[in-house]
């Protein structure tokens, strides 16, 4: 069965310093997703990592693929205010029918 | 741009009733899902729908779980007598044809069993 982990589950920032969140997973998979959530909100999608040594960035945030050691990053350079959010990796295995298991989230806060 | 979307946004119930949360995916997607959220906790898969068959189901979606695609554009959970323990929010998500099949999420709907 897949089990996906990510650590820390929370994470308390200072404004303009840099942190990342790390993300598991026990079996191979096909892809990786990190998505944010505000408190109440959906899911909004931020990336979809499809091989290794993928990396993608947006902005402040950059994650990154390592499926040899099945772990992504989710990197935050110079966090500020509006990056406070739960994160969470979700991943993908095609013969399980594209269905995504998702990840503890990380509790973001990032103070002032 | 298109967008799922799912209602009522929220829904109160007393335990043992049946709820009907509904979702009308993107028009042109074929795979759907429903997954739920407990309060604070993380985002669990509960059953995929395909060519108007489930495909998938977890262990959370027993008996008491249905989902039906009624008229080709609604998607329907149904859950046939509610627990306290079904209080969650509920999100519906549909694929495309897109090389990433990525899912796209509704806005969700907040359950609440008393």
């Known amino acids: 069965e897949l089990k996906v982990e990510q650590n820390p589950l929370f994470l308390s920032m200072q404004e303009g310093k840099n942190y990342t969140i790390y993300c598991n997973y026990s079996t191979t998979s096909d892809r990786l997703y990190w998505y944010r959530q505000d408190p109440g909100k959906s899911l909004e999608s931020l990336f979809v990592?499809?091989?290794?040594?993928a990396v993608k960035q947006e902005g402040r945030l950059m994650a990154s693929l390592d499926t040899k050691a099945r772990l992504s990053t989710l990197h935050i350079t110079a966090a500020v205010h509006d990056l406070s959010a739960t994160y969470f990796c979700?991943?993908?295995?095609?013969?399980?029918?594209?269905?995504?298991?998702f990840g503890g989230g990380t509790r973001v806060l990032v103070k002032p | 741009e298109p967008e799922v979307t799912q209602t009522p946004s929220h829904q109160v119930t007393q335990m043992g009733q049946e709820v009907i949360l509904r979702c009308v995916p993107i028009s042109n997607h074929l795979y759907f899902y429903w997954y739920r959220q407990i309060l604070g906790q993380k985002v669990e898969f509960l059953v995929s729908f395909y060519n108007n068959e489930i495909s998938e189901k977890s262990e959370i979606f027993d008996d008491q779980f249905s989902v039906e695609r009624p008229d080709g554009s609604n998607f329907t959970l149904k859950i046939r007598s509610t627990k306290l323990e079904d209080s969650a929010m509920y999100f519906c998500a549909s694929i495309g044809t897109s090389g990433s099949n990525e899912q796209f999420f509704g806005p969700g709907t907040r359950l609440t069993v008393l």
């Open positions: 979700a991943v993908v295995i095609k013969a399980a029918g594209n269905k995504l298991t």
């Open positions: 990592l499809l091989s290794n040594g």
